[in-house]
């Protein structure tokens, strides 16, 4: 305890432990990262999305017939009701597509008949219909935004492969669904981080799983999180010219600035899910355009950088989101779109937690230090100066 008799303050609660999981490990020393006991590296290079999805909710891999009633089950929900594509339609091109997305996805509960129905397995088709409804909401937010009209599911296609359907009214190439599938993989899990931590906050009151996923959404949008993507891109794009990027990025650690898609809380290594990207970034590059060329290198000199000055001694290596951005834009996504798409990836995630906490529920209420006066007397309005 500090001389004035104050506690000891986690800010952001570094360092504290909020719930006993199995559902995801990440081991920041050694930068392995696992969904149930498997390796992200082994589920990017032999799994799918949606296989990922049962995986993280139900806690083993299916088998055949498990992954196809589950695949079914997604493809049934599908569509949109009517009053959530007004929504949409409404506020997609007035505000941030994350604050659309947030009023969508709290807009489901009106359509949920089973409200009351709190039981385990409510809940997980509660997480699957939310899991396959917020990529058509995302989709149909990316639509609009770009004049477009709601564009009708497809049964015959995957998770990924509707989703940039629905998107662009266009079936996508192969190159760009398995792009998506794959970054749906790395994003779907990673254990207390902020937005999950808020989801699991709102729903430890026993508010609904809507509730609880509106507030993963909302912590999920800020640039320190998963709107990172979105800044990484952005500097990249400011810093313009490869031999640019040594000066923008010195300059911006000199004034004590962060560069976006960089540190991490727990990973004190190279992120594992960042080096997948890469190198999937690095195996494009020969039919990609000049501005993906361009981005890549940018990329590669800022990444050099930041490791030589702050990686092996300040533990400050490449996040998820920093090469995230050349991906997306090499599948023709609107920059707007990244950190939607890193929610309706990291839903399950949210679900899961959810859904585990709940077995065990106790309310989060942490202590704050007061440090203000007290026993102040009360001067009434006319009398203060
Ligand atoms: N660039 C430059 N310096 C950095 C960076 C960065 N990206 N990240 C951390 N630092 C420095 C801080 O300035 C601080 O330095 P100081 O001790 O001299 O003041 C030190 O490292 C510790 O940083 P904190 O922000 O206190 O670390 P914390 O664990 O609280 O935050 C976070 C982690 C938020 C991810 C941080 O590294 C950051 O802001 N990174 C940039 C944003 C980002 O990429 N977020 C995505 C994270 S991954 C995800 O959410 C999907």
């Known amino acids: 305890m500090p001389d004035n008799g104050a506690p000891v303050i986690n800010y952001g609660l570094v360092g504290v432990y909020i719930a006993d ?5 990440v081991d920041g020393t050694a930068g392995r990262l696992y969904y149930r006991g498997y390796s992200i590296d082994l589920l990017a290079k032999n799994s799918s999305y949606e296989e990922v999805c049962y995986l993280i909710l139900y806690g083993h891999l299916p088998t055949n017939e498990e992954l196809d009633s589950f695949k079914k089950k997604l493809i049934d929900a599908r569509p949109l009701p009517d009053m959530v594509i007004d929504v949409i339609e409404e506020f997609a091109k007035k505000q941030d597509p994350m604050d659309t997305l947030r009023s969508a996805v709290s807009a489901l509960s009106a359509y949920d008949n089973k409200m009351d129905d709190r039981t385990e397995s409510a809940n997980l088709d509660r997480g699957v219909n939310l899991i396959s409804k917020m990529a058509s909401i995302v989709a149909t937010i990316g639509r609009y935004r770009r004049g477009g009209g709601y564009v009708q599911p497809d049964s015959s296609l995957s998770h990924a492969e509707n989703l940039l359907y629905m998107m662009n009214g266009t079936k996508p190439s192969q190159k760009d669904a398995k792009l998506l599938d794959l ?9 207390s981080n902020a937005s999950t931590f808020s989801t699991l906050v709102a729903g430890s009151t026993l508010a609904d799983l809507y509730s609880a996923v509106t507030s993963g959404i909302a912590a999920l949008k800020g640039p320190l999180h998963g709107g990172a993507d979105e800044a990484a891109l952005k500097m990249m794009k400011t810093i313009g010219d490869p031999d640019n990027t040594e000066t923008y990025i010195d300059e911006a650690l000199k004034g004590k600035n962060k560069i976006m898609g960089f540190g991490h809380r727990v990973y004190k290594t190279y992120d594992p899910r960042a080096m997948i990207i890469k190198n999937d970034l690095m195996s494009l590059q020969e039919n990609e355009s000049q501005e993906v060329k361009t981005l890549t290198a940018i990329a590669l000199r800022a990444e050099k950088m930041m490791i030589d000055r702050l990686g092996k001694t300040h533990g400050i290596w490449p996040n ?5 951005g050349p991906i997306y834009v090499s599948m023709g996504m609107s920059i707007e779109m990244f950190t939607p798409i890193f929610a309706a990836s990291r839903i399950v995630g949210w679900c899961a937690h959810m859904i585990e906490y709940w077995k065990d529920n106790r309310i989060f209420r942490p202590l704050e230090y007061y440090s203000g006066p007290l026993d102040l007397q009360y001067v009434p309005v006319g009398e203060r100066k």
């Open 21 to 25: 999981s199995k559902i995801c490990k």
């Open 183 to 191: 970054m749906l993989i790395l994003h779907a899990e990673h254990s």
């Open 320 to 324: 998820i989101d920093f090469f995230a």
